[in-house]
């Protein structure tokens, strides 16, 4: 008597054949989810999708019309360690090297933030403030204005930065942030995407380094701090500093803690010690009407919105919600 294979099915645990590399794309792509799978991490058919793309340096409508194509040996065995890396939290943007945000690919690294969808508002809702004011040309005269002045602080991979000069031609921008290497993954981003021109780049602590300066004074990689002099050159000011508090540490998904730079995500025992410097340094350098637009951290818009005291200058204060609903930018004025 034959019994269907079916029968057997539930008493046959699944095996995962782990020294048989897969020979063709189908096959590799089966074994990598099941790989990512079993071990939990989310997403896994997209991020099986984009190693597997990496690996073979093809696109996605490539895999999916070539499921049948070989894939040679070596391919296979550099596909099956970048699984075998993401199977234990390495995040897929660090091992394919790259992160979109706002329609621009960004080189990433270790030494800098995977930009998040969610700073994506930020970028909304500087250009919708600056828009609001016919920055381009002078309203009155339709003279084409003078160069606008924007800071991004903790510039990270570059991702504000860079987008901020490509939407706005005009715009001279000041990069900073603490850590070197991230400078100059910012630095190879601005060139990427031929701004690198229009953007300097700082190494300082939040501000510190524009504080005391004309930046009409700054070279591309250097600062000449000039005390006594006007410093309020700034129409717009954006930053999205480390707003995690260290407390919170274990909170973390492992791929964010264990992988990303902890000087870009911790901000202080309670995640909001920042704010308070980076606000006093940006109300020095900002110009009469400038704009300052700061990220928030899940639970700091209460404590954040109030540092923004009327009697120090501050108007036209409000929070934009990202799609999840929560409190996610704060931008204010300043009223000289
Ligand atoms: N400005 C970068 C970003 O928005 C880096 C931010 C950070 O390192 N905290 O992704």
């Known amino acids: 008597m034959r019994f269907s294979c079916r029968h057997f099915k539930l008493a046959v645990p699944p095996t995962i054949v782990a020294n048989s590399n897969p020979t063709n794309v189908l096959a590799a792509l089966k074994e990598g989810m099941a790989q990512l799978r079993v071990a939990q991490i989310p997403a896994h058919t997209l991020a099986t999708e984009l190693l597997l793309m990496h690996a073979l340096g093809r696109d996605r409508a490539w895999i999916y019309s070539h499921a049948e194509e ?58 919708a403030r600056l828009g609001e004011r016919g920055i381009k040309i002078h309203m009155d005269t339709g003279a084409p204005r003078e160069k606008l002045q924007v800071a991004d602080v903790g510039t990270g991979s570059g991702c504000l930065a860079v ?10 921008v000041f990069a900073t942030d603490i850590s070197a290497p991230a400078l100059e993954v910012a630095r190879r981003n601005a060139a990427r995407h031929g701004v690198v021109e229009r953007i300097h780049f700082l190494q300082c602590d939040l501000l510190s380094s524009l504080a005391y300066a004309d930046p009409s004074n700054l070279g591309a990689r250097h600062s000449v701090p000039a005390s006594g002099q006007d410093v309020s ?16 540490a274990a909170l973390l998904e492992r791929e964010v803690r264990d992988h990303e730079p902890h000087s870009a995500l911790f901000g202080g025992p309670t995640g909001i010690e920042m704010y308070q410097r980076l606000i006093d340094q940006a109300r020095d350098l900002l110009r009469d009407r400038g704009i300052l637009v700061l990220e928030l951290g899940f639970d700091s818009a209460e404590h954040v919105r ?3 005291d009327a009697r120090h200058g501050w108007t036209n204060v409000a929070i934009t919600m990202d799609l999840a609903g929560i409190p996610r930018v704060l931008a204010a004025e300043l009223a000289r």
């Open 306 to 308: 109030k540092l923004f």
């Open 163 to 172: 987008a901020l000069a490509w939407e706005l031609p005009h715009a001279e």
């Open 70 to 127: 070989s894939v040679d040996p070596a391919t296979a065995e550099r596909f099956l360690a970048l699984i075998a890396r993401r199977a234990t939290g390495e995040p897929v943007q660090y091992l394919i090297g790259k992160q979109e945000f706002w329609g621009l690919e960004f080189e990433v690294t270790p030494a800098v933030l995977i930009p998040r969808p969610e700073t994506e508002h930020l970028m909304e809702v500087a250009l």
């Open 233 to 248: 050159h700034f129409d717009l000011i954006v930053s999205n500093p480390p707003y995690i508090a260290r407390n919170d």
